[in-house]
């Protein structure tokens, strides 16, 4: 009877370690987002819905890889995420209008707002929230 008490126990510990790595693996469920490695002079932070996006969209919509040839490799699950300007900087050859986090983030995150067809969400403020 302890035994099996024992078990259950480890069982529970280690079955919630492994969902909470699962889980973890989404990143953060809001995330403030701003340029660091070429900043503007006034910096413009966002303020980024991580989860709710991936509510409805997929991982791939957002994340890839770079591989050998510097060219991109789609997203696949367990793929390493890194930072969008890991990549997207001045120095690291990338093609122009692609080549500083804030380029490569306004093709992806203002392209997408804009096929929605909802003019709210292509405004500055909505990504860019004034100080209050
Ligand atoms: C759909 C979301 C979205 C919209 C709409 C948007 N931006 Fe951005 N913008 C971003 C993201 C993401 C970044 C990269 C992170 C950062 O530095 O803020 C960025 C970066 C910037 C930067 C560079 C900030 C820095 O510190 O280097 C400027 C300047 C900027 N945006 C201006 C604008 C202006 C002006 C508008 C409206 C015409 C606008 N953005 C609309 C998402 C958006
Ligand atoms: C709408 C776009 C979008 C979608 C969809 C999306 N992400 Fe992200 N994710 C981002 C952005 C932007 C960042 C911040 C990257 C940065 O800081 O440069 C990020 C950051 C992350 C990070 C943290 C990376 C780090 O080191 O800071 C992880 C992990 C992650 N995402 C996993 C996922 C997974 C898994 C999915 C699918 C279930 C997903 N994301 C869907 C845009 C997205
Ligand atoms: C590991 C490197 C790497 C990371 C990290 C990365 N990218 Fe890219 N990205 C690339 C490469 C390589 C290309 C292809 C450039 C070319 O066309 O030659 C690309 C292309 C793009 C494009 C244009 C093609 C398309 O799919 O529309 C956008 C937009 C983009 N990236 C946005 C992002 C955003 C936003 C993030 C962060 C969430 C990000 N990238 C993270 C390497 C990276
Ligand atoms: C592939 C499509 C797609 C991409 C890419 C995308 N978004 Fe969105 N985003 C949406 C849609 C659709 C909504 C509206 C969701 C709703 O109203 O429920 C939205 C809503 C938002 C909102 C408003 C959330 C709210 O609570 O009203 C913000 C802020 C935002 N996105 C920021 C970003 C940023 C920053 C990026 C890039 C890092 C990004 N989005 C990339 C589709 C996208």
């Given amino acids: ?18 969902l909470i790595a699962v889980a973890s693996d989404k ?3 809001e995330m403030t987002l701003q340029s660091t490695v070429d900043p503007a002079k006034k910096p413009k932070p966002v303020l980024f819905p991580h989860a709710k996006h991936q ?11 770079k591989g050998d040839d510097g060219k991109l490799v789609a997203y ?3 793929m390493k995420i890194e930072k969008c300007e890991s990549c997207h900087n001045k120095a690291a050859g990338m093609p122009k209008g692609l080549e500083t986090f804030k380029k490569a983030a306004h093709k992806n995150c203002k392209g997408c707002h804009k096929e929605t067809g909802k003019k709210e969400l292509t405004k500055c403020a909505t990504c860019h929230p004034k100080k209050k």
């Avoid at 035994?3 to 492994?18: D, N, Q």
């Avoid at 509510?55 to 890889?65: G, M, N, V």
Wanted: charged residues 15%.
């Fill in 55 to 65: 509510e409805t969209l997929t991982c791939a919509d957002c994340h890839h890889s």
């Fill in 76 to 78: 696949a699950e367990g």
């Fill in 1 to 18: 009877m302890k035994k099996v008490l024992v078990y259950g126990v480890a069982c529970a510990f280690l079955c919630t370690t492994v």
């Fill in 27 to 29: 990143g953060p469920a």
